[in-house]
């Protein structure tokens, strides 16, 4: 079993930023992925941004150009840098790992989500 907690969320003011973190536990030599999700009331569960183990990364279009993922394998954490923030980022972003075994898309645990809110 792998537990991930994310922590950074909070409120700011539309251009400004924030950093989340999400810390990895368990059995953290199965993950081959991390990422984030995000999801805003009466809305599907977006796909943000990811990272593989061999530094690969993906993006939102809605997110390229001010968002940025990395990884701090030493830690087992996960970072999600949110630059140029927008109103329409609001959303409770969920951390997520991916087992070695599971197909490309496919996650396998979650985190408890941290919520994002952006002002206008």
């Known amino acids: 079993q792998v537990q991930l907690v994310e922590s950074g969320g909070g409120l700011v003011q539309a251009g400004g930023s924030l950093r989340l973190s999400c810390a990895a536990s368990g059995v953290v030599y199965s993950i081959n992925a991390m990422g984030w999700y995000r999801q805003d009331p009466g809305k599907q569960r977006e796909l943000v941004a990811s990272i593989t183990n061999s530094g690969s990364t993906n993006y939102a279009d809605s997110v390229k150009g001010r968002f940025t993922i990395s990884r701090d394998n030493a830690k087992n954490t996960v970072y999600l840098q949110m630059n140029s923030l927008k109103p329409e980022d609001t959303a409770v972003y969920y951390c997520?790992?991916?087992?070695?075994?599971?197909?490309?898309?496919?996650?396998?645990?979650w985190g408890k989500g941290t919520l994002v809110t952006v002002s206008s």
């Open positions: 997520y790992a991916r087992g070695i075994a599971t197909s490309p898309g496919g996650v396998n645990y």
